[in-house]
Nanobody
Framework: QVQLVESGGGLVQAGGSLRLSCAASGSITNFNVMGWYRQAPGKQRELVAAIIAGGGLTHYEDSVKGRFTISRDNVKNTVYLQMNSLKPEDTAVYYC?????????WGQGTQVTVSS
């Protein structure tokens, strides 16, 4: 059973930066797509950014374009989310996700809080 473990969350002031990491217990090349989702209190979980395993194509939710960058390190089996120019509305629990052809894998989540 593959496990995904997030780290790097915390409290930051508006305009600051954080880098989230998602370490997989196995090879991330086993996933067709890896992504970061977030869920704020009272809201549905939403996709923030995703990266295709093969060609490295990326996708971003409109509100984070130009501020967040998703990347992967196949040697370290880790996916990153660099978050710059953070805003209070970015406050949420951030979850790492990996998709194979038949199954979704989720991490336990890491809290990101942006103070104004």
């Amino acid at each position: 059973q593959v496990q995904l473990v997030e780290s790097g969350g915390g409290l930051v002031q508006a305009g600051g930066s954080l880098r989230l990491s998602c370490a997989a217990s196995g090879s991330i090349t086993n996933f067709n797509v890896m992504g970061w989702y977030r869920q704020a209190p009272g809201k549905q979980r939403e996709l923030v950014a995703a990266i295709i395993a093969g060609g490295g194509l990326t996708h971003y939710e409109d509100s984070v374009k130009g501020r967040f960058t998703i990347s992967r390190d196949n040697v370290k089996n880790t996916v990153y989310l660099q978050m710059n120019s953070l805003k209070p509305e970015d406050t949420a629990v951030y979850y790492c996700n990996g998709k194979t052809g038949t199954k979704d894998y989720w991490g336990q989540g890491t809290q990101v809080t942006v103070s104004s």
